[in-house]
């Protein structure tokens, strides 16, 4: 097997942003995710409730911009944001996932007010990316480490389980719908992934924890934000349980290095 596709997110919920190598840290792949849009009291606010922010590309240095920062939408001029070197503000994911942030300042929030037409929205970055240990009470270690991805550092899935997917959908499935870090390709079986503990790709080595329960946020189709019920209705009917439905799988970083699309990937 080998290693496919790598995707940065800059800004949680933005538009993905491939890359041909990524250095993957305890807190995941250097540059995803690194900061994050807020609303007046300091929760997220993700592409679950506001679409357009798909539409919002950003860049950083690990995905070839040349700013710490640079945000672009359509209809709008591009702004560069430098990471902030003081002030520090309470912020919140899902109501219980409590982090410090540094904020993005005034004039980056303005921007972000006028293209998403949001009077309350602010961007923060994550200034110390290991100040999050993930619960135990979900698998993880007292190592195990992330920036403001969901629930692990690192996802994945085969491009043999997105193929599945698509083949039993009414819908035209892509693997953009899963948002996944790491996309591989070459497995013998829709889903293998579900069954790995381990892997290696070149120096990195990931745990696999648990598999990923899929949220509303895949049935948004990225390049025309129009919404419908697949995956989600497709993948009640074929992989249902627990009253969840899954796709993916989360991994975390038990060994930081390099990687680069093509690497092979071996299963322990």
């Known amino acids: 097997m080998r ?17 041909r190598a990524a250095y993957v840290g305890r ?13 007046g009291d300091g929760e997220l606010v993700s592409a679950r409730e506001i679409r357009e922010l798909f539409r919002i590309v950003a860049d950083t240095p690990a995905t070839g911009g040349s700013a710490d920062l640079r945000l672009s939408a359509p209809e709008h001029a591009a702004i560069e944001v430098a990471c902030p070197t003081e002030g520090v503000r309470d912020i919140v994911m899902f109501k219980k996932v409590k982090m410090r942030a540094r904020p993005a300042g005034p004039e980056v ?14 961007l ?9 240990t993930l619960d135990a009470k979900d698998g993880f270690g007292i190592s195990d480490h992330a920036t403001f991805q969901d629930d692990s550092p690192v996802s994945l899935i085969t491009d043999a389980s997105v193929a599945a ?10 693997v953009e719908r899963f948002r996944p870090s790491l996309v591989v390709e070459g497995a013998e079986e829709a889903f293998a992934e579900d069954g790995w503990s381990e892997i290696t790709i070149g120096s990195v080595r990931l745990r696999m924890v648990t598999p990923v329960s899929r949220c509303v946020m895949t049935t948004i189709d990225p390049q025309t934000l129009e919404k419908g019920k697949d995956p989600l209705r497709t993948l009640a009917a074929h992989r249902k349980r627990n009253g969840k439905v899954w796709a993916a799988v989360h991994l975390v970083v038990d060994n930081p290095g390099e990687i680069a699309v093509g690497d092979e990937v071996i299963v322990s």
Do not use: F, Y
Request: charged residues 30%; hydrophobic residues 40%.
């Open 124 to 132: 923060v970055w994550c200034h110390d990316p290991l100040q999050r």
């Open 109 to 122: 929030d303005a921007w972000l007010r006028r293209v998403l037409d949001r009077d309350d929205v602010s």
């Open 3 to 19: 290693l496919r596709g790598i995707n940065i997110h800059p800004v949680k919920s933005t538009a993905i942003r491939p890359v």
């Open 165 to 174: 997917i698509d083949s039993w959908s009414p819908e035209t499935i892509t």
């Open 27 to 39: 807190a995941g792949l250097v540059g995803d995710r690194e900061w994050m849009i807020v609303d």
